[in-house]
């Protein structure tokens, strides 16, 4: 569905949509919402920096912790969560996730957002929107809208954790559609 | 992950460095100004204790808190049990309050996994007589790979263990989780307080003994000095408490033989002057108090593994 050239030209035009809604970078903080959100936060802080000429904060969240499905689940580890030295208060926070999906991510997201500080704002990042939401929750920048059918999966893989840039559509089998 | 942890037997080296893991950003969170997570929202943990015990309680006791959880500090000491109660009773009576996780402490070996066997919910041994006390051999564990360079640098490196080894279940527990980490361990103490037949143990587990402090100091990597109970001095295990300073004691001239920098730990309370030295406890080298943070980001990271996912079968 999308190549590496297609990503990386959607990752393009959000970083750019970002910088119009937050004009002078400097109150920006990007954090990348584990596993692939990390990556991608990184990408964008680079081609702001690129546009900008000077470096925009950007970290991890972890929001494991924050899950409403951890009962439903073996536990694992946490992954790091990286503030900036900055911190988050009174900044424009983007949320930088790979698939918005049902939402209940960026719901855990804003909770664990909340033990870290007060940003000014909270905007929402994804690479690609598949639909099905559960929660009230969009995003301010979209990469590609892919309407799937919930029998089916988006496969997204990046060249940092995956060692290739491609988002696909794969068929589950044994759920409804 | 396991049920219970009732002994490092419990958990494998993998597991040990998933706990590690975990506990390391647990430890980011107590630099946090809330330092909360909703993890163990509306479960209740219980502190059963029926031995004294300060830091260990109030260590499990942050971490279930900062976990989120509903924690009871129940000390069975002069409580139901003095009046006669059965072990059996007290836990089933206290557990029957709709308890999700225990955590124990008791004078007896053992006693932790009879009452594993008696319950459905996780037991978290806290100190069972002289058998095991599996978190203080995880913080001590994590407390010596941090200060060493990370997972997996525990590998090769050598560590002494004195004091006294027969009562000491921070020893039985450390020997087992230092082997799995990779160490290789040195137990140190006079001829009376060696347990009985730990030649053949050591054997079997693959660990060294010595009687002779001086001779071990200078070969190893960190030093972990037990505490000497003062109720053993009148058990004829040694002649005065001078004496056993003379020949185990961390004092300020057998400092100078340890390598620059070796960790030092202790797992408390310090019989400061008897087994270590202010110089020693006090030395920049020393990693005492980190362990005491280090015991609450274990212990978070064993409530959160043992009682946040789904029921194990």
Known sequence: MLDARDISRALTRISHEILERNRDAEDLVLLGLHTRGVPLAKRIAARIEAAEGHPVAHGALDVTMYRDDLRTHPTRAPHHTEIPPGGIDGKTVVLVDDVLFSGRTVRAALDALADYGRPAVVRLAVLVDRGHRQLPIRADHVGKNLPTARSERVGLRLEEIDGIDEVRIVELEGVPA | ?313
């Open chain 2, 1 to 313: 992950m396991t049920r219970h942890l009732l002994s490092i037997d419990d958990v494998s080296a993998e597991e040990i460095q998933r706990l590690f893991a975990t506990a390391a950003e647990m430890h980011d969170v107590q630099k946090r100004e809330v330092k909360k997570l909703p993890a163990l929202r509306g479960r209740t943990v219980i502190n059963l204790f029926f031995e004294d015990s300060t830091r260990t309680r109030s260590s499990f006791e942050i971490a279930g808190k900062w976990l989120s959880a509903d924690v009871i500090n129940l000390s069975a000491k002069g409580s139901s049990t003095s009046k006669g109660e059965s072990l059996r009773d007290t836990v089933l009576t206290v557990t029957a309050m709709g308890v999700d996780g225990l955590v124990m402490r008791h004078s007896a070996s053992g006693a932790a996994h009879q009452v594993a066997g008696w319950l459905d919910i996780p037991v978290i041994n806290a100190g069972d007589g002289m058998h095991e006390h599996p978190t203080q051999a995880l913080l001590d564990g994590y407390t010596l790979q941090r200060q060493l360079g990370g997972p997996g640098s525990l590998e090769g490196k050598r560590i002494a263990i004195v004091g006294d080894l027969t009562h000491s279940r921070v020893f039985r527990s450390n020997v087992k989780s230092l082997i799995k980490l990779g160490a290789s361990v040195t137990a140190v103490a006079p001829p009376t307080l060696m347990p009985s037949g730990i030649t053949e143990w050591a054997k079997a587990d693959g660990f060294a003994t010595s009687y002779s402090l001086d001779d071990v100091l200078p070969e190893v990597d960190a030093v972990m000095m037990l505490r000497v109970q003062r109720e053993r001095m009148s058990g004829g295990y040694f002649p005065t408490s001078r004496e056993y300073t003379v020949g185990y004691g961390l004092t300020r001239q057998r400092l100078g033989m340890l390598r620059e920098g070796a960790p030092i730990l202790h797992p408390g309370p310090m019989n400061r002057g008897l087994e270590i030295s202010p110089e020693a406890a006090d030395a920049a080298s020393s990693r005492i108090l980190d362990q005491v943070s280090a015991g609450v980001a274990i212990r978070m990271s064993v409530l959160y593994h043992l009682l946040a996912g789904e029921e194990s079968a």
